[in-house]
């Protein structure tokens, strides 16, 4: 609003920011009589200090002068020799002021400046007036050092009297300092009598030293035998691992070359059953369920004897489902039948990422412990959808039974090697207890998690975590109708 009458003065207005400290203020506004005077246009000094403007006949003092009454927040005023663009000095009598915001705070600095034309008739007279000025400056130094001088010897004396204070108290601990040093020098020469009398008892701790040192020296032989005996034993101990190692590739290869016989045997069991009449189906379903029992075992330590030699590597690949569902069913469901149980498969077309051939080594050990303990009800396998502690989409394999269950401070110890948990005797048309451990071990090799619920009397459950293939939108979208309408069968049928 007063920008435009401020253009119109014929004295030059300077507007500056409240910076005081060096390198001082900055000119944030300029009006017309300041470009008339100086010669400077408004865009070459704003941002600039105000100091561009003096030369060297500038008078410092009534710099400093200015300086001094605008850090005390007062009005300045003072005349000084500037120099303008083209290079002339001019004499300057400028005013300058604070502009208080509305916090009660400096916000800003105006000065009001005009030129000053000589006279040179004046001259004296002028040269006096500044030397007046320079004077008065002085003055008003002097008086301000004065009082800073009367400060400093004041707190001086204040200093003075506290060190003499201090003093008289040192001197009185000293006095104390004394009395406690005559007290200490009576108890030095008690502590001396003590002296001659702890000497006599170090010697005596000498001798003591000495006989516990050759104690020591005939310790660290027997340690040295001990050592000798150990690395004796070492050595045996890799014998036995040598041994033990054999024992597992021959256990291995014994196994192995059971296992074609076996597969043998099923072969014409299968073929024997659908030649045998109703009276020969109990004796049929002996056989079948003796051979899944050689079978368990042999499976059972062949892997056990793969695990312990560190020669089972799994090979990760996408596994469809239906194909690993449609080759167990076609074999639990023969077991089952022929003992009078009721095996239930839920369809699942997932498809999940896992070793086809131990997850199914896995599958089948959990079915077969299934039949092993389900005297009569149902056995089913079935599948849920989940995420893992990742988030991760995964599949859980779970498989159901209606056997004796399991108490839950027993569950934990079902997957050591053999333990069978229902009687006190090994039950041996029941297996060796290997097929649970084995799961155990497959699983911590595949990375799967191995889950339990069990309620004792009614049955338990047994189930495997799988992750699943990540399959693209369009083909997630194309299944989702067919997943929506088995969604409600597989949860039914496993619950």
Same mark, same amino acid.
């Given at each position: 609003?007063?920008?435009?009458?401020?253009?119109?003065?014929?004295?030059?207005?300077?507007?500056?920011?409240?910076?005081?400290?060096?390198?001082?203020?900055?000119?944030?506004?300029?009006?017309?009589?300041?470009?008339?005077?100086?010669?400077?246009?408004?865009?070459? &000094?704003?941002?600039?200090?105000?100091?561009?403007?003096?030369?060297?006949?500038?008078?410092?003092?009534?710099?400093?002068?200015?300086?001094?009454?605008?850090?005390?927040?007062?009005?300045?005023?003072?005349?000084?020799?500037?120099?303008?663009?083209?290079?002339?000095?001019?004499?300057?009598?400028?005013?300058?002021?604070?502009?208080?915001?509305?916090?009660?705070?400096?916000?800003?600095?105006?000065?009001?400046?005009?030129?000053?034309?000589?006279?040179?008739?004046?001259?004296?007279?002028?040269?006096?007036?500044?030397?007046?000025?320079?004077?008065?400056?002085?003055?008003?130094?002097?008086?301000?050092?004065?009082?800073?001088?009367?400060? &400093?010897?004041?707190?001086?004396?204040?200093?003075?009297?506290?060190?003499?204070?201090?003093?008289?108290?040192?001197?009185?601990?000293?006095?104390?300092?004394?009395?406690?040093?005559?007290?200490?020098?009576?108890?030095?020469?008690?502590?001396?009598?003590?002296?001659?009398?702890?000497?006599?008892?170090?010697?005596?701790?000498?001798?003591?030293?000495?006989?516990?040192?050759?104690?020591?020296?005939?310790?660290?032989?027997? &340690?040295?035998?001990?050592?000798?005996?150990?690395?004796?034993?070492?050595?045996?101990?890799?014998?036995?691992?040598?041994?033990?190692?054999?024992?597992l590739r021959l256990l291995a290869s014994a196994s192995h070359?059971?296992?074609?016989?076996?597969?043998?045997?099923?072969?014409?069991?299968?073929?024997?059953?659908?030649?045998?009449?109703?009276?020969?189906?109990?004796?049929?379903?002996?056989?079948?369920?003796?051979?899944?029992?050689?079978?368990?075992?042999?499976?059972?330590?062949?892997?056990?004897?793969?695990?312990?030699?560190?020669?089972?590597?799994?090979?990760?690949?996408?596994?469809?489902?239906?194909?690993?569902?449609?080759?167990?069913?076609?074999?639990?469901?023969?077991?089952?039948?022929?003992?009078?149980?009721?095996?239930?498969?839920?369809?699942?077309?997932?498809e999940v990422l896992s070793d086809a051939q131990l997850l199914?080594?896995?599958?089948?050990?959990?079915?077969?412990?299934?039949?092993?303990?389900?005297?009569?009800?149902?056995?089913?396998?079935?599948?849920?959808?989940?995420?893992?502690?990742?988030?991760?989409?995964?599949?859980?394999?779970?498989?159901?039974?209606?056997?004796?269950?399991?108490?839950?401070?027993?569950?934990?110890?079902?997957?050591?090697?053999?333990?069978?948990?229902?009687?006190?005797?090994?039950?041996?048309?029941?297996?060796?207890?290997?097929?649970?451990?084995?799961?155990?071990?497959?699983?911590?090799?595949?990375?799967?998690?191995?889950?339990?619920?069990?309620?004792?009397?009614?049955?338990?459950?047994?189930?495997?975590?799988?992750?699943?293939?990540?399959?693209?939108?369009?083909?997630?979208?194309?299944?989702?109708?067919?997943?929506?309408?088995?969604?409600?069968?597989?949860?039914?049928?496993?619950?």
């Amino acid at each position: 609003m007063i920008q435009p009458i401020w253009d119109r003065l014929d004295q030059a207005v300077i507007i500056t920011d409240r910076a005081l400290a060096a390198p001082g203020p900055v000119i944030r506004y300029v009006n017309g009589a300041f470009t008339r005077i100086t010669g400077y246009r408004a865009d070459e &000094v704003i941002g600039r200090s105000p100091r561009m403007l003096h030369c060297g006949r500038t008078d410092k003092p009534v710099s400093a002068a200015i300086m001094r009454d605008l850090l005390d927040g007062r009005f300045a005023r003072g005349t000084l020799v500037n120099r303008r663009k083209d290079g002339s000095e001019y004499l300057c009598s400028m005013v300058i002021a604070p502009l208080i915001g509305p916090s009660g705070e400096t916000e800003h600095f105006i000065c009001v400046a005009d030129e000053l034309k000589e006279d040179r008739s004046s001259s004296a007279f002028q040269r006096l007036y500044d030397e007046l000025e320079r004077a008065q400056t002085l003055i008003e130094d002097l008086e301000r050092r004065q009082t800073e001088t009367d400060s &400093v010897i004041a707190r001086q004396r204040c200093e003075l009297n506290a060190l003499t204070v201090r003093h008289d108290a040192t001197l009185l601990q000293l006095d104390q300092v004394q009395e406690r040093l005559a007290l200490r020098e009576s108890a030095l020469d008690r502590f001396s009598k003590a002296s001659n009398e702890s000497s006599t008892e170090l010697r005596a701790s000498r001798e003591e030293l000495r006989i516990m040192g050759e104690e020591l020296r005939i310790s660290l032989k027997q &340690v040295e035998e001990a050592n000798a005996h150990l690395a004796k034993s070492n050595e045996e101990l890799q014998r036995l691992r040598a041994a033990d190692a054999a024992k597992l590739r021959l256990l291995a290869s014994a196994s192995h070359d059971l296992r074609q016989p076996v597969m043998s045997m099923g072969l014409f069991l299968d073929v024997l059953r659908h030649r045998l009449g109703d009276a020969e189906r109990p004796i049929l379903g002996g056989l079948l369920a003796a051979h899944l029992s050689i079978r368990t075992l042999l499976d059972g330590m062949l892997d056990t004897a793969r695990l312990d030699a560190g020669a089972l590597e799994p090979a990760i690949e996408p596994v469809p489902m239906p194909v690993m569902f449609e080759s167990i069913a076609g074999e639990f469901a023969i077991q089952a039948e022929m003992r009078g149980i009721r095996f239930r498969v839920v369809p699942c077309h997932a498809e999940v990422l896992s070793d086809a051939q131990l997850l199914e080594r896995i599958l089948r050990n959990l079915l077969a412990n299934a039949l092993k303990y389900t005297a009569s009800g149902t056995i089913l396998l079935g599948c849920r959808r989940c995420r893992d502690a990742l988030g991760r989409r995964c599949l859980r394999i779970e498989v159901w039974d209606t056997g004796p269950g399991i108490e839950e401070a027993n569950q934990a110890a079902i997957f050591e090697e053999f333990r069978q948990l229902d009687t006190t005797s090994r039950d041996r048309r029941r297996g060796v207890g290997l097929g649970l451990a084995i799961v155990s071990r497959l699983a911590r090799q595949l990375d799967h998690r191995i889950g339990l619920r069990s309620c004792p009397g009614r049955g338990s459950v047994f189930s495997v975590t799988v992750p699943l293939v990540q399959q693209s939108g369009g083909r997630r979208s194309r299944r989702r109708g067919v997943r929506g309408r088995r969604r409600s069968t597989a949860g039914n049928g496993i619950q």
